[in-house]
Nanobody, 120 residues
Framework: QVQLVESGGGSVQAGGSLRLSCAAS??????MGWFRQAPGKVREGVAA???????RYADSVKGRFTISQDNAKNTLYLQMNSLKPEDTAMYYC????????????????WGQGTQVTVSS
């Protein structure tokens, strides 16, 4: 089992930036992803990365968000630029069963989440 702990959330104005981090309790070969859930909405995949560094993004964040990882630190990142009010959500990192998949059905382990709030 892998424990995942997110950090870096907060409140920003539209157009601002935030960098989320996700620390894993141990090294694993799981591929990783970021998901988010806004109030009253279904949790959705935002970005995914595989062990070779290939990435995949939801259309809604392409060109604005960047997923990366530091294997030496067992840490996953999500750099979020040009934030919009519609990006407001709880953000979760996850270890996934199949690499580069953005569906919730592929998640093996979830973090506890970090809140991102973007004001207009």
């Amino acid at each position: 089992q892998v424990q995942l702990v997110e950090s870096g959330g907060g409140s920003v104005q539209a157009g601002g930036s935030l960098r989320l981090s996700c620390a894993a309790s141990r090294y694993s070969r799981y591929c990783m992803g970021w998901f988010r859930q806004a109030p009253g909405k279904v949790r959705e995949g935002v970005a995914a990365i595989d062990n070779d560094g290939s990435t995949r993004y939801a259309d809604s964040v392409k060109g604005r968000f960047t997923i990366s990882q530091d294997n030496a630190k067992n840490t996953l990142y999500l750099q979020m630029n040009s934030l919009k009010p519609e990006d407001t959500a709880m953000y979760y990192c996850a270890a996934v069963r199949w690499c580069l998949q953005l569906g919730r059905e592929y998640v093996l382990y979830w973090g506890q989440g970090t809140q991102v709030t973007v004001s207009s």
